[in-house]
């Protein structure tokens, strides 16, 4: 097989959608927007010994790729619509990529997106998805939109992909339950794309939680100019973490868990509960957005010192 059987058998079978002028198959595909509608463009990259193990299976990785990607989407409340894929391949090997693909168009199927092209090439396993949605023009949850007397509020469960990690590590012994469920949170994320849609008109600022839940808020409270205050307590996690005594780093420091993390007026309250509900996703109120710059996390009302707030690549 080469890079081409690659496109033309694995690649170019999917149906299209209405805005799809043109998809895999020339130098360029073609999106037509539609009228009153921004579009969202983002890209997230995956790198083997970086990312993944070398021993990831090819259908964790097509998750784990779209869903990371899919995540950012929800993050700014748009709906997913395109990708491109750009991998790097060791070798084209059929029974990996039948996985690979097999995974790749279920995800996109169940998201609805349509995969328009990307580019093919040999080296160290390395894949990036650019994905493009859209939203109405002007209405984006936004890292810059917190608002003063704003509540906090996270989905999901925070810590759990970081407690796997750290058992893959051999830095902790989970029981074979516990752990078999937060390695399932890190290679499997669940990107919250129902509930970005669901909050778009209600909440204020968003993001996702890629690198630790306190840097991740810091970064909203940041680009807002303002502060937060967040109850440690509040903070949802799997309970049996908690006896474990890194459980406080897994839970602020800990990244991969992309689950949403977002800002709405108190006054809107029972609407994001409804918005919870009607997409299906757990949602927590965790905290408010002060004055006073910077993110500060108490648990009996004393507050919590880290040294390691959450995940940057270039940390020395
Ligand atoms: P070019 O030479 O212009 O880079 P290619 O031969 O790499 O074009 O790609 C041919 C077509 O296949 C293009 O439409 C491209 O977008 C698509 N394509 C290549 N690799 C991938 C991939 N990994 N995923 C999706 N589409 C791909
Ligand atoms: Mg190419």
Redesign the pocket.
């Known amino acids: 097989m080469n890079?081409?059987d690659?496109?033309n058998r694995y690649?170019?079978q999917q149906t299209q959608d209405a805005q799809v002028v043109l998809?895999?198959?020339?130098?360029?595909?073609i999106v037509r927007p539609q009228a009153g509608m921004d579009l969202h463009l983002s890209s997230d990259m995956l790198l083997e010994n970086r990312h993944f193990f070398a021993n990831t299976a090819a259908a964790d990785l097509a998750h784990k790729v779209m869903a990371v990607n899919l995540s950012d989407m929800a993050a700014m409340g748009a709906t997913p619509k395109w990708a491109?894929?750009?991998?790097a391949l060791p070798k084209l090997d059929e029974a990996w990529l039948n996985d690979f693909c097999e995974h790749l168009f279920a995800i996109a199927k169940e998201y609805r997106v349509c995969?328009?092209?990307?580019?093919?090439?040999k080296g160290n396993l390395t894949f990036n998805v650019t994905i493009i949605g859209q939203a109405p023009s002007g209405q984006a949850l936004r890292r810059d939109a917190a608002q003063l007397g704003d509540d906090v509020w996270v989905s999901g469960q925070i810590g759990l992909a970081a407690a796997a990690l750290n058992h893959h590590w051999n830095h902790v012994r989970l029981p074979e339950a516990v752990f078999l469920q937060c390695e399932q949170k890190r290679l499997r994320p669940t990107p919250r794309v129902a509930l970005g849609e669901a909050i778009l008109s209600l909440a204020h600022a968003a993001q996702d939680v890629s690198d630790g839940l306190w840097q991740d808020l810091a970064h909203i409270a940041k680009a807002s100019d303002v502060g937060m205050n967040v109850d440690f307590a509040l903070i949802p996690t799997l309970s049996e973490l908690k006896a474990h005594s890194e459980h406080r780093e897994w839970v602020l420091s800990g990244g991969d868990d992309y689950e949403l993390i977002f800002t709405a007026p108190k006054s809107a309250r029972e609407a994001i509960i409804k918005a919870g509900l009607t997409s299906k996703t757990s949602i927590t109120r965790i905290g408010e957005v002060v004055k006073e710059a910077g993110v500060r996390v108490f648990e009996n009302q004393v507050a919590i010192e880290l040294e390691q707030k959450g995940f940057d690549h270039f940390h020395e």
Do not use: N, Q, R, Y
């Not at 491109?84 to 991998?87: A, W």
């Not at 995969?115 to 090439?121: F, P, S």
């Open positions: 890079e081409f690659f496109i690649l170019k998809g895999i198959g020339d130098d360029a595909a491109l894929l750009s991998v995969l328009i092209g990307g580019d093919t090439t």
